[in-house]
């Protein structure tokens, strides 16, 4: 049972064009989302995040979106660079009065950014 | 603090033997989380510490897996009887009770491979 799914394996953008990259999820309990990176040979590394309360997070080149009703958030990256390929990973974590937080991953979409 | 460090990178084991891999998390990080990750998979959850208490742990974590976390410093992940099915990255996070962006800093992992 996926509850956080990222169903595009691979992406592929020019350098200097817009990447989107969207994760869809299905547990309501979720109320806090992260979007991290990961290069090869390393662990996971966070980039942004956006909590439910929000529909819109920016950071510099990255932006998340979040749609509660359509359970569906997206990263925007603009624009995009050659160092910005790697695989990205949506997760989420629920809700919860008890002390566990622990992040439930999606499959991962590889970004290629081609020069 | 150099961030959150894990020893070994790499094992290679024999079916039926134990291994145990070490994390090292970042100083004062009192949370910290052991996740497995497969071929084309996010990270799944193991096992959750909150200082030295162990407060959850996922289904994924059969009988053959014990981790510790003794003083509420580093912690080890030990399993027992490994089976080619082990053969994994093994990633441990950690992170502060009252980041707001419950943002977990990931570890490089130790890649297991049982032969």
């Known amino acids: 049972d996926q509850q956080v799914k990222q169903n595009s394996p691979s992406l592929s953008v020019q350098e200097g064009r817009i990447s989107i990259l969207n994760c869809d999820y299905t547990?309501?309990?979720?109320?806090?989302f992260l979007w991290y990176k990961k290069y090869p040979a390393e662990g996971p590394t966070f980039l942004i995040s956006i909590s439910s309360i929000k529909d819109k997070n920016e950071d510099g080149r990255f932006t998340v979106f979040l749609n509660k009703s359509a359970k569906h958030l997206s990263l925007h990256i603009v624009p995009s660079q050659p160092g910005d390929s790697a695989v990205y990973f949506c997760?989420?974590?629920?809700?919860?009065?008890?002390?566990?937080?622990?992040?439930?991953f999606g499959s991962g979409t590889q970004l290629t950014v081609l020069p | 603090d150099t961030g959150v460090s894990q020893d070994p990178r790499h094992k290679i084991t024999k079916r039926g033997q134990n291994v145990t891999f070490r994390c090292d998390p970042i100083s004062e990080h009192n949370r910290l989380y052991w996740y497995r990750q497969t071929l084309g998979q996010g990270p799944e959850f193991l096992t959750y510490f909150q200082n030295e208490a162990q407060l959850e742990k996922s289904r994924l974590l059969s009988d053959r897996f014990s981790a510790e976390r003794p003083k509420g410093s580093f912690s080890t992940l030990e399993i027992q009887r490994t089976e080619q099915g082990d053969s994994a990255m093994y990633l441990c996070a950690s992170s502060f009770d009252w980041d707001s962006t419950y943002e977990q800093y990931f570890g490089p992992g130790t890649r297991l491979t049982v032969t």
């Open positions: 997760a989420a974590r629920p809700f919860s009065s008890g002390s566990a937080r622990q992040l439930t």
């Open positions: 547990n309501s309990m979720f109320d806090y």
